[in-house]
């Protein structure tokens, strides 16, 4: 009983552990160290006709962002961070409903990471509240611009449940696509088979037709054979005719029993 209370114990100890680590640490920060203040990314982000007099649009983002990648300048990365965080605003404003910032929550620092630090913006609005974090390096570069909208926890669970139900569904249609190959597999042999036949026939003709021909050169050969024979056979005893003196011929007393020729 004393090692199932101290296992609890010892699990409770780590999750407030584990949950004191998610903990935000705020810093102390002087904003005058900081080239790209929050306040003015901030407002460039959220009002940039304050500062530019006139709305941004898609089309003088494009070209702002194609101008600052062909320079290479220090202050190019930062502005790039700036209208990605313009982008990530415009994004977001649908979900957060008629944004404002929120004055009773003053922007602070938090740690960051490699020693930088995240200066928070909170925004209130009709639909839901949302955060603006500005993320800094240890050489107070602006790195990034997050726009995070907080949802309610049963909008989250049903975000969640939707992301469940849509990766497991692609995991269960990839299964069956998988089983239905395997499935196939088993007619690739019996199409291999019918393939091997119809290789296999014409084949069999061509070897047919090749022992016919073979056959057919033999017989003529035979045929010639016998001819020549005969030729020869008439030759010597014409020869042994004309030798004794004799006017006939005959093939008696003799036999041609083969023939070598002579290439």
């Known amino acids: 009983m ?46 940039p006709e304050m500062l530019l007099g006139e709305p941004l649009t898609e089309e003088m983002v494009a070209e702002a962002e194609h101008q600052y990648r062909q320079v290479a300048d220090v202050r190019s990365p930062q502005m790039l961070a700036v209208l ?56 107070d570069e602006l790195q990034s ?3 995070s909208v907080q949802l309610t926890l049963q909008e989250a669970m049903q975000r969640a449940g939707t992301n469940t139900m849509i990766g497991m569904g692609t995991v269960f249609v990839m299964l069956i696509v998988i089983m239905i190959i395997i499935s196939l597999l088993k007619i690739v042999p019996t199409l291999q088979e019918a393939f091997a036949k119809k290789e296999e026939a014409p084949a069999e003709a061509v070897d047919k037709a090749i022992e016919n021909i073979i056959e057919r050169e033999a017989a003529e050969e035979e045929t010639d054979d016998n001819e020549l024979i005969a030729v020869i056979a008439a030759a010597i005893a014409a020869a042994e005719a004309t030798a004794a003196g004799s006017a006939e011929i005959s093939t008696e007393g003799f036999v041609v029993r083969s023939i070598r020729r002579i290439k």
């Not at 999750?15 to 705020?26: K, P, T």
């Open 84 to 139: 990605a965080g313009w982008r990530s605003y415009q994004a977001s404003i649908d979900s957060i409903g008629n944004p404002q910032r929120d004055e009773s929550q003053p922007m602070y620092f938090v740690e960051g990471k490699d020693g930088g630090v995240i200066a928070v913006f909170h925004i209130k609005g009709d639909k839901h509240p949302a955060t603006i974090e500005l993320a800094y390096n240890s050489f």
């Open 2 to 47: 004393k090692k199932k209370i101290y296992s609890l114990l010892l699990m409770l100890v780590c999750i407030f552990a584990l949950s004191a680590c998610g903990e935000e640490v705020r810093v102390e920060k002087d904003t005058y160290e900081i080239a790209f203040a929050p306040e003015d990314v901030f407002l460039y982000v959220t009002q």
């Open 145 to 147: 611009v997050t726009v």
